[in-house]
């Protein structure tokens, strides 16, 4: 995968000293353990004998998103079905402080690797973190999930797209990276809680309910309508109770443009050259304006339509409008603003050139931000970890 560039993790972080044993395996996993590695935890990604599952999935090769997701992090390759592998992983476990799996339920405990009855046991301070689709204690607990099917069955996607059209899927994997963010969270709390006890416990969030928290803008609007009707409100808010709220023209593209009060509205009218719509009665609230949003969409379409997105964000910028140009991921994905921030570095791959890593997206006053290491090949480290010799050259 990558070259032999270095690979070592950075000291002088708040979680030096930490060691992480991730088992994560496509994006919530591996992204759980991701934000383990910038702060300085060891982490250990440990690999069935054929990879992570992202490695090999596209035409080009292999998904650079693995380079993206197990930056700053060693890998470890192990069949847990080979008595001698699994021996190995358990001696890995005995001196650990987390776990982290996003496994289908019930796959540790036919490994024989539970956390009741094997590696609590083994280690009485591991803290174990599982990511599932959903809770052990729901009646879909063992059903199939990943963050399609989990967005449709939350309710995410009834809520997402336009009135006139079909249900749709966010464009990004949300639930899959939300639900890692809060298993890292649970984590670090059970690790605050195991300096005062000295035990470890195990910490699990499930998809479907970190995504029923994003719901409460949409849950409010159905509990507010006396039809008890939520519609798909495209880009509008989604209680269709806060206007101008929406996508507007511009002459490179569009513009998101939102107020959320009637203070904004009075900025943006004056921005637009037409102060007299703050004093106009028929878009003096939110409430009048949302019953003539078609109305004012197009009085701020006809504004935005004969400039540039940059030029109506600068203008809105200094007006106190919150407003943003609608980027492409061309324009983002080696954004040259964090580029210079570091919060994108470059890192060499042998088949896909280079590619624009994440980095740490926690700023510390006491802590410079981690740069992404380079992720590692698939069982890179198994060697080195394990004390079975030397690690082959990973560029040969």
């Given at each position: ?38 702060l300085?935890?060891?982490v250990?990604k ?119 059209g ?7 994997a ?27 416990q195990?910490?699990e ?43 507007y ?14 203070r ?65 991921i ?67």
């Open positions: 995968m990558a070259t032999s560039s270095e690979n070592t993790q950075q000291t002088g972080q708040p979680l030096d000293g930490i060691k992480v044993i991730d088992m994560g395996q496509v994006y919530l996993g591996p992204y759980c353990g991701l934000l383990f590695g910038f300085g935890a060891e250990i440990i690999e069935g004998p054929t990879g992570d599952p992202i490695r090999i999935k596209t035409r080009a090769g292999e998904n650079p998103a693995i380079m993206m997701l197990n930056s700053n992090k060693k890998s470890v390759t192990l069949d847990l079905h080979d008595e001698t592998d699994r021996a190995a992983f358990l001696e890995l476990v005995a001196d650990a402080d987390v776990l982290i799996e996003n496994f289908r339920p019930g796959t540790m405990e036919r490994l024989g690797l539970g956390f009741d009855d094997v590696l609590h046991p083994l280690n009485p301070r591991l803290v174990y973190g599982s990511g599932k689709g959903y809770a052990v204690d729901s009646e879909c607990h063992d059903a199939p999930a990943m963050d399609f099917p989990i967005q449709a069955y939350s309710g995410l996607m009834s809520i997402t797209g336009f009135a006139d079909p249900p749709l899927k966010s464009g990004a949300i639930t899959d990276f939300l639900t890692g963010a809060h298993l890292y969270g649970g984590i670090l709390s059970a690790l605050l809680e195991r300096a005062k006890s000295g035990s470890g195990k910490v969030v499930a998809m479907q309910d970190v995504a029923h928290h994003a719901l409460a803008s949409n849950i409010s609007s159905y509990l507010l309508s006396p039809e008890n009707f939520v519609p798909r409100a495209g880009n509008s808010q989604g209680m269709l109770e806060i206007t101008p709220y929406d996508i023209p511009t002459t490179d593209g569009s513009v998101s443009i939102m107020c959320l009060t009637d904004h509205w009075v900025a943006l009218a004056g921005a637009m050259g037409a102060p007299h719509l703050a004093i106009d009665e028929r878009y003096a609230g939110n409430i009048e304006r949302s019953a003539r949003r078609a109305e004012v969409d197009a009085l701020v379409s006809a504004w935005t339509a004969g400039q540039t997105r940059a030029e109506v964000f600068a203008t809105l910028k200094d007006a106190n409008v919150a407003a943003a140009p609608v980027r492409q061309s324009e983002i994905a080696r954004d040259p603003d964090l580029i210079k921030r570091g919060m994108i570095v470059e890192h060499p791959h042998d088949g896909l050139g280079s590619i624009p890593v994440p980095a740490s997206p926690f700023q510390f006053s006491k802590h410079p931000r981690t740069k992404p290491c380079r992720a590692p090949n698939a069982g890179e480290h198994t060697n080195e970890v394990l004390g079975r010799g030397p690690t082959p050259d990973s560029s040969k």
